[in-house]
């Protein structure tokens, strides 16, 4: 076996598994194998906080469907990592997090930067490989790499430092890449079974069919069916926007069309989709979910088989191999759904032909709280623009081939309803974790995977403050994206629960700030304010063409109303009770 440093043996793995770009910040406890990094092709992209780097690992991902890497200095680096690695374990993403954690002979002595790095992430990995021995480095981090992508999700690679140094005789291990099937031979001829004698099911393309590349496989399959197919929550892109058996999001401001025709479904194929509890919520006075329908689950992680909704099948598969052989099984039935198909297709045009004149005419909210709202801004110096016409302008103006990220918050969870792609792997949002700063970074680490592809991010601007120094990352290393910020001045979505459970006692809600677009040109970005409508859509294409053709980063930031959207769930709060007297006017 070859004779090397464990730092040597540790960026050799890293090659072999095709890693060319780690995000991070450097610090001394890694500088020994951070030293050869570009020998063996591997670019650090230095970030301004590590938070940002673990969401651009993410980000880098999800749009390439390979690993994103992030390393950082032990002790309180790593301790930022938490955040943006509890996202990347929400959105299944292959993220490896490399923690070089205090030297072997100090632990336990309270030294400096010293903290126990394995209990932080115990929860949001899938696997954590501690380097025991300096010998073992090539093992345990190409076991990582290995789990990452087999168990897709987050691992933790934890390095003592001191562990980095010395020589030891050890041979590189390949990847294992561990090929998937499509289910057992069973569950697969029950579902086809069940979808044969259907006469009304629905397709919901979920964020396995985007990770197993099985967009086509999911179309070639309603298209036989005549199903229509919606997509799983914050997976939008799982399905071509254009094509006319797609009917939209469901659960939080997704779409009424497909909430709709759902809810007529006496049998659901969920494909590639878990049905997490935030997904299937009711929504615009919708309680859509089908609970006499017949449901089939399609999972290749077994544990998530029935765990959220009751199902009548179970297949433990693959999005793609499944959505092939439950084809195959269906063109040897006869199908009862094929005799009425021309019309469901009637009916599948008709729900979203009325779905997009209501958002066409849908121009503002229209709760008392957000009323008032927009007539106190009416009177107020400036000019304001209601979200919902400025995403639907946002929408207009989108390029082709176009990646987008959003933050958590009200604006952000509105434009599910406007966000559509023809692609896989173009939109990432933070998932069921939710985290706020979440958007800017993680464009970031898309647009590094893909410099090809146009990359937006949408914020509020709460959630803007939490990732916007990142913007000089973008202009020092040379990742152009647009960063759209809406400028509401307030934390829009806690601010709709103090309206609806709290009498409108604002505590906190409001945010006074400076111009983002003058923030934005400070740190070396081209800063646009926007405050009429019909610029909306002319500063978005000018600011991807300057992104495309000059290689510049472009903050907008729109001028909104304090106007709000529906609450994320109305079930998670209750209205108040107060049993002290000085507390009596609190109810």
């Known amino acids: 076996m070859p ?24 610090g001394s406890a890694f500088m020994d194998a951070m030293d050869i990094f570009a020998p063996a092709g591997i670019r650090l992209i230095p970030t301004v906080h590590e938070q940002g780097a673990g969401h651009m690992a993410d980000g880098y991902a999800r749009v390439s469907g390979r690993h994103g890497v992030c390393i950082a200095q032990n002790g309180p680096g790593i301790t930022n990592f938490v955040t943006a690695i509890a996202a990347a374990y929400w959105a299944h993403s292959p993220v490896v997090c490399i923690t070089p954690e205090t030297g072997s002979m100090t632990q336990g002595l309270g030294g400096f930067q010293e903290a126990q790095q394995l209990p932080f992430f115990e929860t949001i990995t899938k696997y954590q490989g501690h380097v025991a021995n300096p010998a073992r480095m090539a093992e345990f981090t190409a076991r990582c790499f290995d789990r990452a992508m087999l168990e897709n ?179 040897n039935l006869n ?104 958007a800017l970074p993680t464009i970031i680490g898309a647009k590094t995977a893909a410099p090809h592809r146009p990359a937006i991010s949408y914020a509020g601007d709460g959630a803007w403050g939490m990732s916007m120094m990142e913007i000089m990352t973008c202009v020092r290393e040379h990742i152009p994206v647009t960063s759209i910020v809406f400028h509401n001045r307030q934390w829009g979505a806690e601010k709709k629960n103090q309206v609806d459970f709290y009498n409108r006692r604002f505590v906190a809600g409001d945010l006074e700030n400076p111009s983002f677009a003058d923030i934005a040109r400070a740190m070396g970005a081209e800063g646009v ?28 930031e729109i001028m909104c109303t304090r106007e709000l959207g529906d609450p994320f769930r109305r079930d998670a709060l209750s209205k108040p009770v107060r049993h002290l007297d000085k507390y009596k006017d609190y109810c």
């Open 529 to 556: 304010t926007v405050d009429k409508l019909e610029d909306v859509g002319p500063a978005l294409k000018a600011a991807i063409a300057r992104q495309m053709e000059e290689g510049k980063t472009t903050v907008i």
């Open 3 to 26: 004779r090397m440093t464990p730092s040597e043996a540790m960026v050799e793995t890293l090659a072999a598994n095709g890693v060319t770009d780690i995000f991070g910040i450097m």
């Open 153 to 331: 999700g987050p691992t933790q690679l934890n390095i003592p430092r001191d562990f980095f140094y010395g020589d030891i005789n050890v041979e590189i291990p390949q990847p294992i890449r561990i090929e998937r099937g499509a289910g057992g031979e069973q569950s697969l001829q029950q579902a086809a079974t069940l979808l044969a004698e259907a006469r009304n099911p629905v397709i919901i393309s979920g964020g396995g069919v985007v990770m197993a590349d099985a967009v086509e496989e999911c179309k070639a399959l309603a298209e036989f069916l005549g199903a229509p197919v919606v997509n799983s929550y914050l997976h939008n892109d799982s399905f071509p926007a254009s094509h006319p058996l797609w009917c939209g999001p469901l659960g939080y401001q997704g779409s009424k069309a497909g909430m709709k025709l759902i809810s007529r479904a006496d049998v659901v194929l969920a494909l590639g989709t878990r049905l997490g509890p935030f997904g299937t919520l009711p929504q615009h006075g919708l309680d859509y979910w089908p609970k006499q329908a017949k449901i089939i689950q399609v999972d290749c992680d077994a544990k998530m088989l029935g765990l959220v909704k009751k199902i009548s099948v179970g297949v433990c598969g693959d999005a793609k191999a499944a959505a092939v052989s439950i084809l195959e099984r269906l063109q």
């Open 335 to 438: 199908v009862a759904c094929l005799e009425n198909k021309g019309a469901r297709a009637s009916e599948i045009a008709a729900e979203k032909a009325a779905w997009e004149a209501e958002l066409d005419q849908w121009i503002h909210e229209k709760d008392d709280y957000s009323l008032d709202m927009i007539a106190e801004q009416a009177e107020e110096q400036g000019s304001y623009l209601h979200p919902r016409q400025v995403l639907r302008e946002l929408e207009k103006a989108m390029p082709e081939d176009v990646m987008v990220s959003t933050d958590i918050g009200n604006i952000n969870s509105v434009a599910n309803s406007y966000l559509r792609f023809e692609k896989p792997r173009s939109f990432f949002a933070a998932m069921s974790f939710g985290n706020c700063g979440y």
